[in-house]
């Protein structure tokens, strides 16, 4: 039993290092509405391990429930098979995913053939349960068990309440066309349904034709590569978000490398487009971050200030040069930089929002750094006006003038669920756990929105209760809700 035990830990191991590196954080399944039915598959599929761990860990069935713990088993491996066949249908998956997938069909036919004889003596046993005391090995079975069926829970939800956007274009054309690139993500996604809505022709350029397929529809034009594009396409504005997920590992030196090219490469390209273009487009909408002020204790900052050595602010900075250079071929070129971008419907809320349901959330370090963040709904609405109106231009910081260290954050965000922020966990161990990833979390930027107050942009969602309200709650994914469709002037 201690070999089917360790054969069934390193299955799970695998099965937790898959959801969390190439569900959660390379694509982000649970904020995708294409993702809607590989999400129903991995709700079922872990709520099915969930209840066979805790078997495993600390009891015994007999006679037909041991029938039924094999009838269990044989469910998830038709679930895993129509689960890989949805996944290649819907989506590109990288070389890590197939060879990790590969590991893991092995290991649960190896598993598999040592339960065999367990299975045998088991079936033969008078129907019941009886509980085991199977040790540390149990233990942390039934842990994993309890993991994997909040895991399957939360993909359950996701995979009842997101819903694939409509996206029928304004009846009227706009006259408008516009580039996204970067536009399958947790903004882009979201802008380009607001685009399509207000009557713009979108052309997407997308890594996945597949995955934007199967979130978006045939509406949008898709490209894989910008050189498709003839030069005699018109394009009015080009909205680059293109970019290698910040927190989607840690920050190694190949991990820098790649969030730095993501970015460079798509800007350079764009740049590319541009200048052969016989109808250049009016601006270039260019996201980038606050992390560009690098960690600056309680100094107030505004646009006026410069960058800090650290590798997210050199990230920000070389990103903001290589868009800067459109300038030179007659573009206006906006640089928002935004804070943590926030919505329920995906993104890092929902992350941060899970230990918070639950009377967990932690103050982490000090709790006094600043964390300027910004609603989605309004950063939405800040590109569009960037589009439309030629005062914005050059570096502009897109965050909400409601600041917030913090600890006040994660008060604030344990109130919205009853709960006080009791927890708190030392700098130290947080460095030592993320290493320069840490900075996400523990560096401090006080920064002011004084080019948008100057602008006369007024916020909506200007307050962290706003966001984080029961009602701001229940809208998440609704279809037509306001995030999705509603054009309002700033």
Known sequence: MTLVLILLL??????????????????ALPSNPGARKELALHAARSNIYGVVFIVFGALRPGGVLAVALAALLAAELFITLEDFLVEDRTRRLPPSERVLHTVMAVGIGIFIAAFAPVFLDWVRLDSGLVVENRGVLGWIAVGMG???MVSGCRDALAALTLRAPKLTANAKFSGRTVLVTGGTGFIGAALVERLVARGDRVILLVRDML???????????????????P?????????NLAGAPIAGGLWTRGRRRVLMQSR?????????LIERLEHKPGALINSSAVGFYGDRGDETLDETAGP???????????????AWLAEAMGVRVCRLRFGLVL???????????????????AVLGSGRQWAPWIARYDALRLIERALEDDRYEGPINAVSPDLVTQGAFTARLSSAFGWRAWLSVPAAPVRLALGELSDLFLASQKVEPARLEALGFRFERE???SVFSRRARRRRNRPGSADAVRITPA
């Open 10 to 27: 390193i299955q799970g191991a695998l099965g937790a290092l898959d959801t969390i590196w190439h569900h959660e954080l390379e694509v």
């Open 146 to 148: 309890l993991l994997a």
């Open 211 to 229: 995955s934007a397929r199967a979130r978006f529809g045939e509406t949008p034009l898709m490209v894989e590569r910008l050189d498709h594009l």
């Open 231 to 239: 030069a005699e396409t018109r394009i009015d504005a080009v909205v």
């Open 264 to 272: 460079l490469a798509t800007t350079r390209a764009v740049l590319t």
């Open 308 to 322: 800090r050595p650290g590798f997210l602010s050199a990230l920000c900075r070389r990103w903001e040069e290589e």
């Open 343 to 361: 919505d329920w419907s995906g993104g890092v809320l929902p992350m941060l929002a899970m230990p918070a349901r639950f009377g967990s959330a």
């Open 463 to 465: 307050r962290l209760e």
